[in-house]
C-alpha cells in the first residue's frame, strides 16, 4: 500500500468517526460526471473510462449503506447523450445495461429506473424492466438508475400523464385547472412517492445541475467535487455528507 493511501485511509476513518448519522441526507442524488476526461487524462478510450465509471457504483452504494442513505438517484444517461455518435453510444449503453444487470444481482439494492423508456433501444428497456421486476422486494437501499433522463422532459411527460389520466376520467380543462397544484404534478414524475433529494452531488468540477432532477432539487443543498468520477474515493463522499451536515437549511425561511 503507498503512503499517499494510507493517509487517505487514516484521514477518511477520521471523518467518518466524526460524521452524525442524525444528519445524514436520506436522499442523494449523483451526477456522474467526468468519465471522459478521466480516461484521457488517463492515457486511455472513452470506452475505458466509460467502464471505470460504471465500476465505481458498487462502491459508492457501499459508502452509503454504511452511512443510512435510503434512497440515490444516479444520473447515468442523459437525453442529450442519446446524441452522441453510434461508435460511443452504443458501447456506453452496453456498459450501463452490465451496470443495472449488476445492481440488480447484488441483492442489496431496489433496483427503479428513472426516465423516458421510450427513448432508449429495446434492449436496454427490458435490462430496466428485469432489474425492476427482480428487485421489487428488496428491502435495502433505492437505486434510482437515470437512463435516458433530463429534469425538462420528465416535467413535460409529468404533464402529459396528468393530461390524459384526467382524460380517461372525463374531466374538462376548467376543472382540471381548478385543481392542479405542485403535489398533483409530483403524483406523475418519474420518482413519485419518493422524498425528493436532500443533496446533490457533481463531479468532475462542473457547477451546474445540466437538466437534474430540476422539479426535486427545489430545496437540495449541492455539493460539486473536483474530481472525475472515476477517481472519486470515500473521503471525497464523507468529505460532502460532512459538508452536507454544518449547513443550515432554511427552506426560504
Request: a negative charge; aromatic letters at 8%; glycine letters at 8%.
Amino acid at each position: 500500500m503507498k503512503l499517499r493511501d494510507l493517509v487517505y485511509g487514516l484521514y477518511a476513518r477520521r471523518v467518518e468517526g466524526r460524521l452524525d448519522h442524525a444528519q445524514v441526507p436520506k436522499h442523494i442524488g449523483v451526477i456522474l460526471d467526468g468519465n471522459r476526461r478521466w480516461a484521457r487524462a488517463a492515457g486511455g478510450t472513452t470506452e475505458q473510462g466509460h467502464k471505470a465509471g460504471a465500476s465505481k457504483i458498487q462502491e459508492l452504494l457501499g459508502w452509503c449503506s454504511e452511512t443510512d442513505v435510503e434512497v440515490v438517484t444516479l444520473w447515468l444517461l442523459s437525453t442529450d447523450n442519446l446524441d452522441r455518435p453510434e461508435e460511443e453510444l452504443v458501447p456506453l449503453l452496453s456498459i450501463i445495461e452490465g451496470a443495472v444487470r449488476d445492481l440488480a444481482a447484488d441483492g442489496r439494492w431496489r433496483v427503479h429506473h428513472v426516465g423516458n423508456r421510450d427513448l432508449l433501444p429495446s434492449r436496454t428497456q427490458t435490462v430496466l424492466k428485469e432489474a425492476e421486476r427482480d428487485t421489487e422486494d428488496i428491502d435495502g437501499i433505492l437505486v434510482n438508475v437515470a437512463v435516458g433522463y433530463g429534469g425538462r422532459q420528465e416535467i413535460a411527460d409529468a404533464v402529459r400523464s396528468l393530461l390524459l389520466d384526467h382524460a380517461t376520467k372525463g374531466s374538462s380543462f376548467e376543472e382540471l385547472a381548478e385543481i392542479v397544484d405542485i403535489d398533483l404534478i409530483s403524483e406523475h414524475l418519474y420518482t413519485r412517492g419518493q422524498p425528493d433529494p436532500d443533496l446533490v452531488i457533481r463531479t468532475s468540477g462542473e457547477q451546474r445541475l445540466s437538466g437534474f432532477m430540476l422539479w426535486q432539487s427545489a430545496h437540495s443543498e449541492y455539493y460539486f467535487c473536483e474530481v472525475f468520477w472515476p477517481a472519486f474515493r470515500k473521503v471525497d463522499f464523507l468529505r460532502a455528507l460532512r459538508d452536507y451536515a454544518a449547513r443550515h437549511r432554511r427552506y426560504g425561511n
